[in-house]
Every structure is written in C-alpha cells, then in structure tokens.
C-alpha cells in the first residue's frame, strides 16, 4: 500500500510538472536555456553557452523565426540568401534573350524594358549578348538609355537561335534549395529529436544538391560542342550526389562503421571540380573567358574552403566562449562565405552562358 501510495504521489507530482511546463510554454513563450540543459541530441558546439531553444511544441518553434536566440542569424542569414537567388532567379528569366522568332514578314521587334532590371550582373550579359550577336545586322530604334524602352529590329532572315538554359536554370534552383533547407532545419529542429534528425537529412540533401547543380554550367557550356565528354561528367557527378543523398537519408549509414563512406564521398564529391576546370584550361585556355569563369570558381572554392575551416575549427567562439552566442559565432560566418561563394558561382554561370551565345560552337 505504501508503494502504491507513494507511486501515485509521484505520478501526480510529474503530472502537474509536466502541465506547469506545457502551460508556461502556451501562455508566455517558451524559455530560452543554457547548454548543459540540452537534450543529447541538441548538443552540438559546447562553445555557444545560452540562449538555446529546447523541446519546444511546433507554434512557438516556427513563431521563434521573430525572436532572438542562438540560431536567429543561422535562419535569416540563408533565408535572405534564398530570397537573393529568387530575385537572380526571376531577374534572368525576364532579361536573358530569349530566341527571336518573327512577327512579320520583314522584320521582328524585341522589346526590352532595362529599368525594370534588378541585377547589373544579368544587364550587363544581356548588353553584350545583343551588342555581340547582331553586329551589322540590327537597327536600334528609340534608343535613349538604360532607363528607356529599347526597340532592336531583326531582319526575316536573321533570326537567331538561343543557347538551352537548364543547366544555368538548375543552378539557381540548387542553391535555393539549399539555402531554404538550411533555414528551415535551423528553425524547427528544437522541436524534437525526429524533426531534428529529419531536418539534418533535409540540409544534407540541399547541400547535395547545391554542389551537384554547380557542375551543370561549368560541365555543360564548357563541353557543349562535345557531348561525349559533357555527358560523363553530368553523368559522373550526379551519381556522386545520389550516392551522398542515400548515404545521408539512409539510418545505418549514420553509424560510425559508415563515417569514412560518408568523409570519402563528400570528398570526392567536392574535388572531383578541379577535373572538368583542368580540363576546360586545357583545351580553352588561350580564350579569355576559361580564365576570367576560372577565376571566378578559384574564387568561390576560397569561400566555400574558408567557410568550412572556420566551421570546423569554431572559431571564434572556441576563443571566448559566451561571447559570440547571439552573434558571430562560426555557423553564422560560414552560412555567409556559402552565400559568397555561391553568388561568385552565379557570376561565373552568367559567363560561360554569355560565351556560349554568343559564340555557340
């Protein structure tokens, strides 16, 4: 009797407890707590001290996007990122040339409104492109400036064909995804030791998919006049994305036994880059545009390296541990050095597809 007295006593006691947290976490939010609070699998860098967010129910994990806690500027800092690559996105289907097709039987007209463009990167290779490819054989009519309509009148027999885009297309979509699934798995993995582990996946297969899509122009356009060569490789790097996808989704590859697999094929994953760049100077080296995209991606591999030492060495927090909690700690520097890296990428694509227009093969 008294063990059952005492069973129930303390059934009731984690009863109420467990209430009194629901209750405190609805009717004001949820508290904000230090690293040795954690639960195991929120433990990840013992050098960011507080303001973690624990086990909290689903409303107030996604209204913490709002408030200010460790993983603040891990969400928006990608989540901004994902909003400048949308722009990118919709600023290069408005404004790269599409192929001209005729309108009538003696000439066609190409409307182009510049002052509604939002980047000067994608301006600037949609000047050239027009000013290149239709030398001597175009008229410009109501030419002003930038700022104005500009009217281009191709003759019947002049009409051009456009280079394919889904490689470039492809691009900006692999980063939009990783940068959206990095900022979704930095806000709701709090939740629970489920969501976070599915979260994780989710951010393995966006970064996959961010590497794999940033071969595609690189591979494409610079091997498009040979499609045996542009082929293997689309074809190799791919598989190397699959495989790391599968290893990142499937639970027994999580296991230790299974750590160097993982290390080797985002290894291989990664350097596998320098092959098709070595190969582009090889055969294209005299052409200034393989030197200019190449050091553009020498550029964007010094991002993305720094980016990764500086996460793997947290650094700075490692030196003052608390001080960067809010801000400056290594996650928030590395999620800007991908941004960096991955606009340096888009400024490289809008070249070789500038190359490819213009020249074709």
Same mark, same amino acid.
């Given at each position: +009797?008294?063990?059952?007295?005492?069973?129930?006593?303390?059934?009731?006691?984690?009863?109420?407890?467990?209430?009194?947290?629901?209750?405190?976490?609805?009717?004001?939010?949820?508290?904000?707590?230090?690293?040795?609070?954690?639960?195991?699998?929120?433990?990840?860098?013992?050098?960011?001290?507080?303001?973690?967010?624990?086990?909290?129910?689903?409303?107030?994990?996604?209204?913490?996007?709002?408030?200010?806690?460790?993983?603040?500027?891990?969400?928006?800092?990608?989540?901004?990122?994902?909003?400048?690559?949308?722009?990118?996105?919709?600023?290069? +289907?408005?404004?790269?040339?599409?192929?001209?097709?005729?309108?009538?039987?003696?000439?066609?007209?190409?409307?182009?409104?510049?002052?509604?463009?939002?980047?000067?990167?994608?301006?600037?290779?949609?000047?050239?492109?027009?000013?290149?490819?239709?030398?001597?054989?175009?008229?410009?009519?109501?030419?002003?400036?930038?700022t104005n309509l500009m009217s281009i009148h191709v003759r019947d027999d002049d009409v051009l064909e456009s280079t394919t885009r889904w490689p470039f297309y492809a691009y900006l979509f692999g980063a939009m995804f990783c940068l959206f699934t990095s900022s979704v798995c930095h806000l709701l993995s709090c939740h629970s030791a489920h969501c976070a582990y599915t979260m994780l996946r989710l951010d393995y297969t966006g970064i996959s998919t961010l590497i794999v899509t940033s071969f595609y122009p690189l591979v494409y356009y610079t091997f498009m006049c040979d499609p045996f060569v542009r082929n293997i490789y689309i074809g190799f790097i791919t598989v190397f994305g699959v495989a790391t996808i599968l290893?990142?989704?499937?639970?027994?590859?999580?296991?230790?036994?299974?750590?160097?697999?993982?290390?080797?094929?985002?290894?291989?994953?990664?350097?596998?880059?320098?092959?098709?760049?070595?190969?582009?100077?090889?055969?294209?080296?005299?052409?200034?545009?393989?030197? +200019?995209?190449?050091?553009?991606?020498?550029?964007?591999?010094?991002?993305?390296?720094?980016?990764?030492?500086?996460?793997?060495?947290?650094?700075?927090?490692?030196?003052?541990?608390? +001080?960067?909690?809010?801000?400056?700690?290594?996650?928030?520097?590395?999620?800007?050095?991908?941004?960096?890296?991955?606009?340096?990428?888009?400024?490289?694509?809008?070249?070789?597809?500038?190359?490819?227009?213009?020249?074709?093969?």
């Amino acid at each position: +009797m008294a063990s059952a007295a005492t069973l129930e006593k303390t059934c009731s006691f984690y009863s109420i407890d467990t209430k009194e947290k629901k209750r405190s976490c609805k009717e004001d939010k949820c508290e904000l707590v230090g690293f040795d609070s954690l639960p195991t699998f929120l433990k990840d860098n013992e050098f960011i001290l507080n303001y973690y967010r624990s086990e909290w129910p689903w409303k107030q994990t996604i209204l913490s996007i709002f408030s200010i806690h460790n993983e603040t500027l891990n969400i928006w800092t990608h989540l901004i990122g994902f909003i400048i690559f949308l722009t990118l996105t919709l600023c290069t +289907m408005a404004f790269v040339p599409l192929p001209f097709v005729n309108q009538s039987p003696s000439d066609t007209v190409i409307a182009l409104n510049a002052s509604e463009a939002l980047s000067s990167s994608t301006t600037w290779y949609l000047t050239q492109v027009l000013a290149t490819s239709m030398t001597g054989r175009t008229s410009l009519t109501n030419q002003t400036n930038y700022t104005n309509l500009m009217s281009i009148h191709v003759r019947d027999d002049d009409v051009l064909e456009s280079t394919t885009r889904w490689p470039f297309y492809a691009y900006l979509f692999g980063a939009m995804f990783c940068l959206f699934t990095s900022s979704v798995c930095h806000l709701l993995s709090c939740h629970s030791a489920h969501c976070a582990y599915t979260m994780l996946r989710l951010d393995y297969t966006g970064i996959s998919t961010l590497i794999v899509t940033s071969f595609y122009p690189l591979v494409y356009y610079t091997f498009m006049c040979d499609p045996f060569v542009r082929n293997i490789y689309i074809g190799f790097i791919t598989v190397f994305g699959v495989a790391t996808i599968l290893v990142s989704l499937v639970p027994v590859f999580q296991t230790p036994e299974f750590r160097s697999v993982r290390a080797l094929l985002f290894f291989c994953m990664g350097v596998s880059g320098l092959v098709p760049i070595i190969h582009k100077l090889m055969v294209f080296g005299d052409q200034p545009v393989a030197v +200019m995209t190449t050091v553009y991606e020498l550029v964007m591999g010094g991002f993305y390296g720094l980016g990764v030492v500086v996460y793997a060495a947290r650094v700075p927090e490692r030196w003052m541990p608390g +001080m960067f909690d809010l801000v400056g700690h290594s996650h928030q520097l590395f999620h800007v050095l991908v941004i960096a890296g991955a606009y340096t990428h888009y400024l490289a694509s809008v070249m070789y597809l500038n190359w490819r227009e213009m020249e074709g093969c």
